[in-house]
């Protein structure tokens, strides 16, 4: 089974940092799509970043110059880099996944896997 474990969230000053990981585990295809989405109370979840197996990432434009995504070596783990926070950057964060993946997207359409979601604060 795919799981998909979040870690990392916590409660930040503004223009802070924090680093989100998800554990991965259980894809069965080679070609894979990771992506992070974050839904703020009484709005959409939208697409934050994404990362293909070939390392092409996608960074939305409000985050874009502050937040990457990133795999470690094993591509056991996918990370968000968050820099530069902002109050608006509170959300609850979910760590995403599409197996197989054949094009990098950042619809929550695209993506049929789902962790449990880690809250991110910024004040």
């Known amino acids: 089974d795919v799981q998909l474990v979040e870690s990392g969230g916590g409660s930040v000053q503004a223009g802070g940092s924090l680093r989100l990981s998800c554990a991965v585990s259980?894809?069965?295809?080679?070609?894979?799509?990771l992506g992070w989405f974050r839904q703020a109370p009484g709005k959409e979840r939208e697409g934050v970043a994404t990362i293909d197996s070939d390392g092409s990432t996608s960074v939305a434009d409000p985050v874009k110059g502050r937040f990457s995504i990133s795999q470690d070596n094993a591509k056991n783990f996918v990370y968000l880099q968050m820099n530069s926070l902002k109050p608006e950057d509170t959300a609850m964060y979910y760590c995403?996944?599409?197996?197989?993946?054949?094009?990098?997207?950042?619809?929550?359409?695209?993506?049929?896997?789902w962790g449990q979601g880690t809250q991110v604060t910024v004040s």
């Open positions: 995403a996944g599409e197996n197989p993946c054949y094009e990098l997207r950042m619809t929550t359409a695209d993506f049929g896997y």
């Open positions: 259980g894809l069965p295809h080679s070609s894979y799509c």
